[in-house]
Nanobody, 115 residues
Framework: QVQLVESGGGLVQPGGSLRLSCAASGTIFGMNVMGWYRQAPGKSRDMVAEITGGGRTTYDDSVKGRFTISRENTNNTIWLQMNGVRPEDTAVYYC?????????WGQGSQVTVSS
């Protein structure tokens, strides 16, 4: 019903920038809440940022002021602009979309912050 395809992960040096994208397709509506979680090795999957259909955003304290989530409802795409990255940002990043009480997930994108 809903497919999420992510792109943009990779290796980046501390202090650098990276942008993740997530394109949704299928039976969806432009007002669905979408966002990003991340999971580091041996840790739980934690929320990073979320954006409503109207553009209201929520961020985890650890990324406030460094990461920016945005969306384009026409193309059902969201982005996560990551600036000033730190080694502790290393994780697999998953985008998600909420629809009628169910959460759909992307395949995950590895982000590695290392010199």
């Amino acid at each position: 019903q809903v497919q999420l395809v992510e792109s943009g992960g990779g290796l980046v040096q501390p202090g650098g920038s990276l942008r993740l994208s997530c394109a949704a397709s299928g039976t969806i509506f432009g007002m669905n809440v979408m966002g990003w979680y991340r999971q580091a090795p041996g840790k739980s999957r934690d929320m990073v940022a979320e954006i409503t259909g109207g553009g209201r955003t929520t961020y985890d304290d650890s990324v406030k002021g460094r990461f920016t989530i945005s969306r384009e409802n026409t193309n059902n795409t969201i982005w996560l602009q990551m600036n000033g990255v730190r080694p502790e940002d290393t994780a697999v990043y998953y985008c998600y979309l909420n629809k009628f009480g169910f959460r759909y997930w992307g395949q995950g994108s590895q982000v590695t912050v290392s010199s």
